[in-house]
Structures are given as C-alpha cells and as structure tokens.
C-alpha cells in the first residue's frame, strides 16, 4: 500500500492551527470572504451556491466565473489560487477568466463585475478598521 505525502506546497497553504497569521494572510481571507458575499449578492445566489462541486445552472456558473475572474484580476490570486477557492483547478479559472473578459464587451456585465469589484473594495475597507 502506497503512503501518501504532503508536498512542500500543499503544507504551506493551509496555515496550522494556532499559528500566527500575517496581516497580509488576514487581508486576503478578507478579501476572498468579501469576494464570494459579493458575488453571490449580485448575482441573488447564497455563497455556498458558488462552492458546489457540480457545474449548477448556468446563471450560477457563470457566477462562479466571475468570481474567480475578480480573484485573480481583482485581487491578485494566482489561477491555481482563484480556481482553488472554489474547488477548481487553474485551468478551469483561467477559461473563467476568458469568458468573463470576453463577456464584458456587453456594458451590462462591464457594470456587473465593475460593481462587485466596488463592493469587495467596501468589505475589505471595512473591516481593515476592525
């Protein structure tokens, strides 16, 4: 029977238990809970709609497309990053990312990812102060 092992990358992810977090590491779980509040509200979905395993309705994939298309260009998470908060991998954000960036050619979906990028940026202020 074959053992399996943690690499070096997967240990480094996922903080321990009682370890001290860096407030860039605090930011960016703010930022990230911002980003899928965010997205769920514009989109009339509840959070946990954009973390199933399965595809779901296309009104709530393409949620999720967004939402891993503002990770990454929004805030700056790598596609392996952006794809992993949602249980994806980087391929699967990185077609998210191109079918948002060709989808926002319409106005209406230019001023919906626009909106929820204003939204994250609120969240995030707000509890910078906390």
């Known amino acids: 029977m074959a053992t399996l092992h943690a690499t070096p990358d997967q240990t480094a992810a996922a903080p321990r238990r009682g370890s001290p977090r860096t407030a860039g590491e605090r930011g960016a779980d703010a930022g990230a809970l911002a980003l899928v509040d965010s997205t769920a509200a514009a989109f009339g979905l509840l959070p946990s709609a954009l973390h199933q395993p399965s595809r779901g309705p296309a009104p709530t994939a393409f949620a999720r497309q967004v939402a891993m298309y503002l990770a990454h260009v929004h805030l700056g998470l790598t596609m392996r990053d952006a794809g992993g908060l949602f ?18 050619d319409d106005a209406a979906v230019d001023r919906l990812v626009e909106g929820i990028a ?7 202020a707000t509890g910078a102060g906390r």
């Open 87 to 104: 249980g994806r991998d980087r391929t699967t954000a990185a077609h998210a990312c191109r079918r948002v960036e060709d989808r926002r």
């Open 118 to 124: 204003a939204a994250i940026d609120r969240a995030t």
